[in-house]
């Protein structure tokens, strides 16, 4: 057996759990109440409680069945896990250092829900990534610059055979991240203008999360990696469409 942040089992959200977070989410219970949440968020929040059951059926199943079937041996240090994982907390991250941004910036209550299901989401995720690379007995920093990973082959017949890689060269910035001139933009503003900036950044952000997820698919076969990966392209997806029309809203 492993610890909590095995790669067969459900991370803990030890990144929300200190009273500061939890008072905030008291906050954001009574913002819920105070304004009905529009058909969207309601539909969100029901598919992110789906996804989340879902992966930790999966992840239960994946350590009922690891000392009857285990997975293969670690990664290596330069496979497309290994860069998966690194560059995918890096990316997670930023989501989260945004969220916190325009949570402090904003009364808005349907701005400050998404907010924090980012913040809740993707530290979770993040943790799992960093459990999995202690796991397999790797370095939290790889030896080959940032999106390297990227560059390699495709696995013959995958539905995400052709997911993009060639406009990213190894060392570049991961796609959708932020500039530090954006976040400090960002950290500038307040009110409807923090909103259509966090929107807009948070938007590109998810579809560049969407864009290495996949990448991933094409390239990687770890049955519990593809299914992170696979819940990320449909959350991330969700979420964009529905930023898309609060963004609209705020124009």
């Known amino acids: 057996m492993t ?40 539909v969100l929040a029901i598919v992110s409680l789906v996804a989340i059951v879902v992966v930790a059926l999966v992840a239960y199943s994946f350590g009922r069945l690891s000392t009857l079937a285990p997975e293969a041996e670690a990664p290596s240090d330069t496979s497309a896990e290994a860069g998966f994982a690194r560059d995918m907390q890096e990316h997670h991250h930023q989501a989260v250092e945004m969220s916190r941004l325009i949570r402090d910036r904003t009364d808005d209550p349907e701005v400050r829900t998404l907010a924090w299901d980012i913040i809740t989401a993707q530290s979770g995720q993040a943790g799992q990534l960093y459990g999995w690379l202690q796991e397999w007995g790797l370095n939290q920093a790889g030896s080959q610059p940032s999106m390297t990973w990227m560059t390699l082959p495709t696995l013959s017949g995958s539905p995400h055979e052709h997911a993009e890689s060639g406009s990213h060269e190894p060392g570049q910035p991961m796609p959708g991240m932020a500039t530090d001139e954006q976040l400090q933009e960002l950290s500038d503003a307040t009110g409807v203008e923090a909103e259509r900036l966090y929107l807009e950044l948070m938007i590109a952000h998810h579809q560049g999360g969407v864009e290495m997820a996949e990448a991933y698919l094409a390239r990687g076969d770890r049955p519990s990696v593809v299914g992170l990966a696979e819940n990320i392209v449909m959350m991330q997806q969700s979420e964009i469409d529905l930023m898309t029309e609060m963004l609209a809203e705020r124009q």
């Open 3 to 42: 610890d909590a942040k095995s790669e067969h089992g459900v991370e803990g959200l030890d990144d929300v759990e200190d009273p500061d977070e939890l008072d905030e989410l008291d906050e954001l219970d009574d913002d819920q109440a105070d304004a009905p949440r529009r058909p969207a968020i309601a």
